[in-house]
């Protein structure tokens, strides 16, 4: 324990994932740093208001010599307590470190999230204690499938992908099964690992109820089902035949003609939908419910159960960022069997094939539990989100075919005095769906974000 003079005003700092204030100490408190322990580590601070103003501590030489004592007899961690000084009020900081190993106080299990904390319970639960392991779920043995449940046309058909796309050029030249399931990490003993069920299995859905994939046709409401449809088998088969089904039954196409030639364009681009699919089976948590493919008019929206690792966000997706596989085992098979990159790029190519159709980019979203992806067939549908005007809904049609737009444009497109239209593109601005070139005058335009 140190005692020293702060030199960072405590004013510019708020409660986050890494940081925590208290006015007093209460034991209740040890929850706090179970939570930070079992995250990313933390700093709790005590005699401090949720304002962030300290407000000091009367008892601070006792509670420095009681709190490490109830950590490590409590939570059997050891944390760092400084003994914090400003403008001579007395403060209590407790310096958390991360720990690989799961930490519970009273038998029960809590995790820092933003600036929450959390129990962790049932199906939270058991993948945090299964990544505190170092595996994952897909990586654990299922007992009572046998190799003769798998489907050799399915292994057949991985080992042909696996070729062709150079990732495992020798897969074709193994014909003992046990061999290559050995090899690929999806074998352990004599006993076949969750992944080689759920990639090989003659019918998955027996040993994991909920390992398929649900398909939905909605009109206006999301209570109006039109049609549905499920689909199972191995998880393959599954990607494919979802493809198959939403292509030839639920996607609609434009026709064109180029000379004698007829061309046919679907509302949404073929990449980014399978690239949609194949990021929910891949990263999905098999312990939930199933995928949810929902279709309109206007949208269409694939939701897996699962949310994102704690060190990645939402943003992170929509730029290059590390990979964070769910499932190791399914992202590893899935690479090299051609179908999926491996260095984070699924949502990058899925904002950028929406781009190339000139649509809107897609809306990612931690929504219920799991994540959503949605893609919009048109731009009035998806400007519809952000509450604006006809004016502005025009001005934002105007970037189908143009890469700028200027005052003097938006005023020609819409009729709108220059007043106007200077607060029209304010509020584009604020509502990030444009942004300024930074330039004044004849010069200066607005571009699309």
């Known amino acids: 324990m140190t005692r020293c003079i702060e030199t960072k005003s405590v004013m510019q700092m708020k409660e986050n994932q890494n940081i925590e204030f208290k006015s007093s100490w209460r034991d209740e408190y040890l929850k706090w740093i179970c939570g930070f322990a079992n995250a990313g580590g933390g700093r709790l601070y005590v005699g401090i208001n949720d304002q962030g103003e300290v407000i000091g501590l009367s008892n601070y030489k006792t509670l420095a010599e009681e709190i490490p004592n109830k950590i490590i007899s409590h939570l059997g961690v050891s944390c760092e307590i400084n003994l914090l000084e400003k403008n001579q009020i007395v403060y209590l900081e407790i310096v958390v470190p991360p720990y690989e190993v799961a930490i519970s106080f009273k038998g029960k299990y809590y995790f820092r999230s933003g600036s929450t904390l959390q129990e962790l319970k049932g199906i939270s639960l058991n993948d945090f204690l299964m990544r505190k392991s170092g595996k994952t779920w897909d990586e654990s043995i299922d007992d009572s499938a046998t190799i003769d449940e798998l489907n050799p046309e399915a292994v057949n058909a991985f080992k042909s992908g696996a070729v062709k796309s150079y990732r495992l050029p020798n897969a074709g030249q193994e014909a003992d099964l046990t061999k290559l399931l050995v090899n690929l990490r999806l074998m352990e003993g004599k006993n076949l690992k969750r992944a080689a069920i759920l990639l090989f299995g003659k019918d998955p859905q027996k040993y994991h109820l909920t390992a398929y994939l649900k398909i939905g046709r909605f009109g206006v409401k999301d209570s109006d089902l039109l049609s549905q449809e499920l689909i199972s088998g191995n998880i393959f088969e599954m990607a494919d035949s979802a493809m198959e089904i939403l292509d030839k039954k639920y ?122 992806v949605t893609l919009f067939n048109n731009w009035r549908a998806y400007l519809k989100l952000f509450n604006l005007n006809e004016r502005q809904i025009l001005a934002m049609e105007h970037f189908n075919e143009n890469d700028k737009i200027t005052n003097k444009d938006y005023q020609k497109i819409t009729g709108a005095s220059r007043e106007t239209t200077s607060r029209d593109l304010a509020d584009l601005t604020q509502k990030k769906l444009i942004e300024s070139s930074g330039s004044k005058g004849a010069g200066s335009y607005y571009s699309k974000k």
């Open 251 to 372: 996607f609609r196409k434009s026709i064109s003609y180029n000379g004698l030639h007829r061309i046919e364009t679907p509302e949404y681009p073929y990449e980014a939908v399978r690239e949609i699919l194949l990021n929910a089976i891949v990263h999905r948590h098999y312990s939930g419910p199933p995928i949810q493919v929902s279709i309109y008019d206007d949208k269409f929206m694939v939701w897996n159960f699962g949310t994102l690792p704690e060190n990645l966000t939402i943003e992170d997706l929509k730029r290059k960022h590390a990979s964070h596989p769910r499932n190791k085992l399914l992202a590893d098979l899935f690479f090299k069997g051609g179908l999926i990159e491996a260095w984070g790029r699924g949502t990058i190519k899925i904002i950028e094939e929406c781009v190339k159709a000139h649509l809107p980019k897609p809306i990612i979203e931690e929504i219920t539990g799991g994540i959503g």
